[in-house]
């Protein structure tokens, strides 16, 4: 999963088609809901147009003050320099706000600030806010003053090599708990720096799809690391052994109460408390994998960026390539990259690598039993070979033939009768959530297309 990903993350490498205009904004300091109107930010913010990236030259110095019913700001246009520190400051006090770049106070404001009560975002650009930039903001201190309370951050990652910074423009952001008094300070120290020429840095993504530039335990660096942490997986999931106390459908087995059985699933009400029972009268809290993994996905780009990539499938390993993944008109003919496909004939072998070729497709089966998970699924888009996988939870077992999973009282569905030990669900849902140890008096209200169901007979009427 390390390894998808990792991979995915290269889309971020602002490498994607330019929309008409795309905003690029640093977080120096952050503490607001935008739409509540509350809180105030620290930002720089660029715009790239038409394709071009922002220029330096063009970026504001922007500070936002949310009074609870609109938003005002300051914004001033520096003359930015690179490799040149710069300290901002933005200094509140009762009905006013004040913005100082070095020693120099570039605009006062009045307005009465309404703080948030959430943590301060710190040397943040959240990905939204990533267009395209001639630039890259290193930010290297932010001190926070309030009444009887300092925060001092360095937040200087310099240390990370330029190719690992590329994957989050703001490796070090953090969020740390600040309370604004009625006067308080922010100060922030930073600096711009070229942005990068990625062809220099190149490659960044080995053959199994991971940072070439980054290490962890687990990091994968020869086909022999898959096949050893198979056998790991495998000698830990024997040990962890399948629950004993469940029926077929996750319902316990020895609760401290049961129901008559009736073959769907449905509610019933316990010590003020509603409860989801089984087909089989067990009591149920039920878990369930909403999308398995996919053969195919996720891929990455390849087309125009094939110098990103440290390997390209070739040979055996064709079929990791996917052109058009996306149905999109303007990409008849860009290829991705499916590195999870590559590692799976890595780890199976190019003929075995298909969960229909795997003995009994009993890994993905282990792997959702072991936690005591009462179903899992996948999408028949993505994944059409595992949609209708077979996950065993006892002797008896029951599939999931969609891409979701049992998680909202109106749409409880029937459960054919299982003739021998076997049992199959026809449909299931996923329109919303209901947690079954609700103390409300009744259970959601049946939505329109479930009553429908219900007299078509696909659930009992009493579900709702």
Same mark, same amino acid.
């Given at each position: 999963?390390?390894?998808?990903?990792?991979?995915?993350?290269?889309?971020?490498?602002?490498?994607?088609?330019?929309?008409?205009?795309?905003?690029?904004?640093?977080?120096?300091?952050?503490?607001?809901?935008?739409?509540?109107?509350?809180? $105030?930010?620290?930002?720089?913010? #660029?715009?790239?147009?038409? #394709?071009?990236?922002?220029?330096?030259?063009?970026?504001?110095? /922007?500070?936002?003050?949310?009074?609870?019913?609109? @938003?005002?700001?300051?914004?001033?246009?520096?003359? @930015?320099?690179?490799?040149?520190?710069?300290?901002?400051? !933005?200094?509140?006090?009762?009905? *006013?706000?004040?913005?100082?770049?070095?020693?120099?106070?570039?605009?006062?404001?009045?307005?009465?600030?309404?703080?948030?009560?959430?943590?301060?975002?710190?040397?943040?650009?959240?990905?939204?806010?990533?267009?395209?930039?001639?630039?890259?903001?290193?930010?290297?201190?932010?001190?926070?003053?309030?009444?009887?309370?300092?925060?001092?951050?360095?937040?200087?990652?310099?240390?990370?090599?330029?190719?690992?910074?590329?994957?989050?423009?703001?490796?070090?952001?953090?969020?740390?708990?600040?309370?604004?008094?009625?006067?308080?300070?922010? /100060?922030?120290?930073?600096?711009?720096?070229?942005?990068?020429?990625?062809?220099?840095?190149?490659?960044?993504?080995?053959?199994?799809?991971?940072?070439?530039?980054?290490?962890?335990?687990?990091?994968?660096?020869?086909?022999?690391?898959?096949?050893? !942490?198979?056998?790991?997986?495998?000698?830990?999931?024997?040990?962890?052994?399948?629950?004993?106390?469940?029926?077929?459908?996750?319902?316990?087995? #020895?609760?401290?109460?049961? /129901?008559?059985?009736?073959? $769907?699933?449905?509610?019933?009400?316990?010590?003020?408390?509603?409860?989801?029972?089984?087909?089989? #009268?067990?009591?149920?809290?039920?878990?369930?994998?909403?999308?398995?993994?996919?053969?195919?996905?996720?891929?990455?780009?390849?087309?125009?960026?094939?110098?990103? $990539?440290? @390997?390209?499938?070739?040979?055996?390993?064709?079929?990791?390539?996917?052109?058009?993944?996306?149905?999109?008109?303007?990409?008849?003919?860009?290829?991705?990259?499916?590195?999870?496909?590559?590692?799976?004939?890595?780890?199976?072998?190019?003929?075995?690598?298909?969960?229909?070729?795997?003995?009994?497709?009993?890994?993905?089966?282990?792997?959702?039993?072991?936690?005591?998970?009462?179903?899992?699924?996948?999408?028949?888009?993505?994944?059409?070979?595992?949609? *209708?996988?077979?996950?065993?939870?006892?002797?008896?077992?029951?599939?999931?033939?969609? *891409?979701?999973?049992?998680?909202?009282?109106?749409?409880?569905?029937?459960?054919?009768?299982?003739?021998?030990?076997?049992?199959?669900?026809?449909?299931?849902?996923?329109?919303?959530?209901? !947690?079954?140890?609700?103390?409300?008096?009744?259970?959601?209200?049946?939505?329109?297309?479930?009553?429908?169901?219900?007299?078509?007979?696909? $659930?009992?009427?009493?579900?709702?």
């Amino acid at each position: 999963m390390t390894t998808r990903l990792i991979a995915a993350i290269v889309l971020g490498l602002c490498l994607s088609p330019a929309a008409s205009a795309q905003q690029n904004q640093f977080w120096l300091a952050a503490q607001h809901d935008w739409g509540g109107k509350k809180g $105030f930010f620290l930002t720089l913010s #660029g715009q790239s147009s038409n #394709g071009a990236p922002a220029a330096l030259e063009n970026v504001k110095l /922007e500070l936002g003050i949310g009074d609870g019913n609109a @938003w005002r700001f300051i914004s001033v246009p520096g003359k @930015w320099e690179l490799h040149k520190p710069y300290t901002a400051k !933005a200094v509140f006090a009762p009905g *006013s706000v004040e913005l100082w770049l070095g020693d120099q106070r570039v605009d006062r404001l009045p307005a009465k600030l309404v703080p948030v009560d959430q943590p301060m975002a710190i040397n943040e650009q959240p990905s939204f806010l990533r267009g395209p930039a001639n630039y890259i903001v290193r930010q290297m201190r932010l001190i926070a003053r309030s009444a009887g309370e300092t925060l001092d951050e360095k937040t200087d990652a310099s240390t990370l090599a330029p190719q690992l910074t590329l994957f989050n423009p703001a490796a070090g952001a953090e969020r740390k708990p600040f309370t604004p008094g009625d006067r308080f300070s922010i /100060e922030a120290t930073f600096q711009f720096e070229p942005a990068p020429d990625l062809g220099a840095l190149a490659p960044f993504i080995d053959r199994y799809g991971q940072a070439i530039h980054a290490d962890w335990p687990g990091k994968v660096r020869k086909d022999e690391d898959l096949l050893s !942490a198979q056998r790991e997986e495998n000698e830990r999931l024997e040990q962890w052994g399948q629950p004993k106390n469940r029926d077929p459908f996750g319902g316990i087995i #020895g609760a401290p109460f049961s /129901e008559k059985p009736t073959g $769907f699933f449905r509610v019933t009400r316990q010590s003020d408390k509603w409860w989801l029972i089984t087909p089989l #009268g067990n009591p149920c809290f039920y878990v369930g994998l909403c999308d398995a993994p996919a053969l195919e996905w996720e891929p990455t780009p390849a087309t125009g960026r094939e110098f990103l $990539f440290q @390997w390209l499938p070739d040979g055996e390993f064709a079929r990791a390539w996917i052109t058009n993944p996306w149905h999109r008109p303007e990409e008849q003919d860009r290829k991705y990259i499916a590195f999870h496909t590559a590692n799976l004939m890595r780890k199976y072998g190019p003929k075995d690598w298909k969960p229909a070729r795997r003995p009994r497709r009993s890994h993905a089966q282990k792997r959702l039993v072991s936690p005591a998970m009462a179903s899992g699924a996948a999408s028949p888009k993505t994944s059409p070979t595992l949609r *209708s996988c077979t996950i065993t939870t006892s002797p008896t077992s029951f599939a999931i033939p969609t *891409s979701s999973t049992l998680q909202y009282a109106s749409v409880l569905l029937r459960v054919s009768a299982a003739r021998s030990s076997r049992a199959r669900m026809s449909r299931t849902s996923s329109a919303g959530r209901w !947690a079954t140890s609700s103390t409300s008096a009744s259970p959601p209200r049946m939505s329109q297309r479930s009553s429908r169901w219900a007299r078509a007979g696909i $659930f009992p009427p009493n579900a709702s």
